[in-house]
């Protein structure tokens, strides 16, 4: 399943899925700030969605959604 990718500003981020147990999935979002300077590192954190789910496609719908939770948290 494709990741994706949601942008505010510098910030960047990426609502994505990994397998936890047999059929138990987990959503999450890594923030990535990009301040445009080259060779400077990109600052990141992860973020993982606190329920587990027992498709794929429902985990990434809980990471899309806490991805538009972080990005609407920040203010530019």
Do not use: C
Not at 12 to 19: F, G, K, L, P
Not at 35 to 48: F, K, N, P, R, S
Request: proline share 1%.
């Amino acid at each position: 399943m494709d990741d994706i990718t949601y942008t505010k500003g510098i910030y960047t981020a990426t609502a994505s899925i990994r397998e936890v147990q047999s059929d138990t999935w987990q959503g999450t979002v890594t923030l990535s700030r990009d301040d445009g300077e080259a060779g400077t590192d990109q600052e990141t954190t992860v973020y993982e969605v606190e329920a587990t789910s027992s498709t794929p496609e429902e985990a990434l719908e809980e990471a899309k959604a806490l991805a538009h939770r972080i990005l609407g948290e920040i203010e530019l």
